[in-house]
C-alpha cells in the first residue's frame, strides 16, 4: 500500500492510473477518442444527459491524461437530497422576485441597480441554502455545481436526475476527476482540462452507468 502511494505521488500520470478501476478508464479513453476522431464518434453518447450540439460539435487534435487528480465516494439519502435541492430552487426564486419587484417587473423591465447591501441581502438566502447542501451531501453539491452560476443552467443533468431518482431510498455516487491536456485548433494550442467521469445508483434500481459529467458548450468548470 505504502508503495502504491510513494509511486503514485513520484508519478501520478503512471501509477494512478493504474489504480483507476478499468471501467472508468474505458469511459475516459472511449470519450477523449471521440472527441479526437480516432475513436467512434458515439462516445460522446457517455456525456451525461446527452448530447448537446454544441458537445456533438467539439473536438481536440490530440489528447493525454496527465494526471488522476482524486476520488470521491459517497452515500445518501434520496430525501434530503431532493429536500436541499428543494430549498435552495426555492431560494433562488425568491431572490428573482425580489430583484423583479426592485427593478418593477415587466418584460421591459431594464437594468436593476443594487446596492452592495441590498445584493447580499437578497443572495444571503440562497448562499445558507448553498451551504447547507455543500455541508450534508459535499460529493453530490460538486457534481451538482451547486455554489455556481452553472447549477441554474437549464442543461445541468442533476438536477432531472435527483428528479427521476425520486424520493425513497438511499443512493451511491463515485466521482473520478481527471486532468486532460489536448492540442486544438489551426494554432494547435495546448489546454488542460477537467475530465469528471460519475456513477449515480440508487436502492431503487438506477443506474446511470459510467458517464462524462459535461463542461463543455455550458460550463468550462
Known amino acids: 500500500m505504502r508503495t502504491a502511494l510513494l509511486l503514485c505521488l513520484i508519478f501520478p500520470a503512471v501509477a494512478c492510473a493504474q489504480e483507476t478501476p478499468a471501467p472508468v478508464q474505458r469511459a475516459a479513453e472511449t470519450y477523449l477518442k471521440a472527441l479526437s476522431v ?40 434520496l430525501k434530503t437530497a431532493t429536500t436541499l435541492m428543494a430549498d435552495l430552487d426555492k431560494a433562488g426564486r425568491r431572490s428573482l ?89 489551426p494554432r494547435r494550442e495546448t489546454r488542460r482540462w477537467p475530465l469528471r467521469i460519475v456513477r449515480f445508483t440508487t436502492s431503487g434500481g438506477l443506474d446511470t452507468g459510467w458517464k462524462v459529467l459535461p463542461a463543455s458548450d455550458w460550463s468550462p468548470d
Do not use: C
Request: negative net charge.
Open 38 to 77: 480516432t475513436g467512434d464518434d458515439a462516445g460522446r453518447e457517455l456525456l451525461l444527459g446527452g448530447v448537446t450540439l454544441d458537445a456533438r460539435l467539439s473536438g481536440v487534435d490530440s489528447w493525454r491524461i496527465v494526471s488522476r487528480d482524486y476520488v470521491q465516494k459517497e452515500n445518501g439519502s
Open 97 to 185: 422576485t425580489e430583484l423583479l419587484k426592485k427593478g418593477g417587473g415587466g418584460d421591459d423591465m431594464g437594468v436593476v441597480e443594487l446596492t452592495r447591501e441590498e445584493a447580499g441581502r437578497l443572495l444571503a438566502p440562497t448562499k445558507e441554502r448553498n451551504q447547507a447542501f455543500l455541508n450534508t451531501l459535499p460529493v453530490l453539491a460538486h457534481v451538482a455545481r451547486v455554489g455556481r452560476e452553472v447549477y441554474w443552467h437549464p442543461k445541468n443533468p442533476v438536477r432531472p436526475l435527483l428528479q427521476q431518482a425520486g424520493t425513497n431510498g438511499t443512493y451511491d455516487l463515485e466521482l473520478y476527476h481527471f486532468t486532460v491536456e489536448s492540442t486544438e485548433g
